[in-house]
């Protein structure tokens, strides 16, 4: 990969049809053409949203935004789904979310290629009192039809007046959930292998979500490439 940036670079200063080389230039400009491709693949995506600066980027069915509210310290409180619009391009990502979930479980959605396309889980508190119980719930939203939910006992406790860090790694049909850094679930799915994440909330639930992040390729080599080109999951569909 150094080798294509440098070359990238050096053939990025070649005239693409100069009058002495127009053969030439045609064949360099291809050469052009497919490192700039090469790079735009492997460059680093990282989407964050705070909800400080209102919903403009989440998109849901017909009066979504009504459902979902703001508390007085500027957590957002999910109501029906709604996906983040920037992130439905992407495949294999690593999503990552505060929230504190106050009552009842706390919703998300990943690989969402649409509204009736997509992958749900839920933490879900299995018991009452200042420290409690968690299960894993989830199940696959295929052309609208909801298939069955399968629930999984987490190896971990909560704390209800705490935020939980959650991490979810998607890479190609493998899933990877950790809450608070630790490995609490992992499962192969192979039905949905692109889409974005979403957030909603179950009748009875009282979450509050304060940050979502999302990456791709986001190492050395990744951020590298972002400074050349901008990553191809953040060009315009």
Known sequence: MPVVLLSWLWLARVPEEPTSRRALGSGISTVIQDLRRAVERRAATRLDDDFRSGLGAWRGEAKWAETWSYDAAGFVRPGKLALWVPSLRLADYQMEFLAQIERGGLSWVFRARDLRNYYAA???????????????????????????????????????????????????????????????????????????????????DRVRLRRVTLSHQDDLLGRLCALLAAPAADKEL
């Open 122 to 204: 839920r933490l879900l508190v299995v018991d009452e009192g200042p420290s409690v119980a968690a299960a894993l719930v989830r199940h696959a939203v295929i052309e609208g039809r909801a298939g069955p939910r399968e629930r999984t006992p987490l190896p971990l406790a909560l704390a209800r007046a705490s935020m939980q860090r959650v991490r979810l790694e998607a890479r190609g049909s493998i899933f990877a959930l950790y809450v608070n850094g630790q490995l609490v679930a992992h499962w192969a799915d192979e039905r949905l292998p692109s889409g974005g994440i979403g957030f909603f909330g179950e009748p009875g």
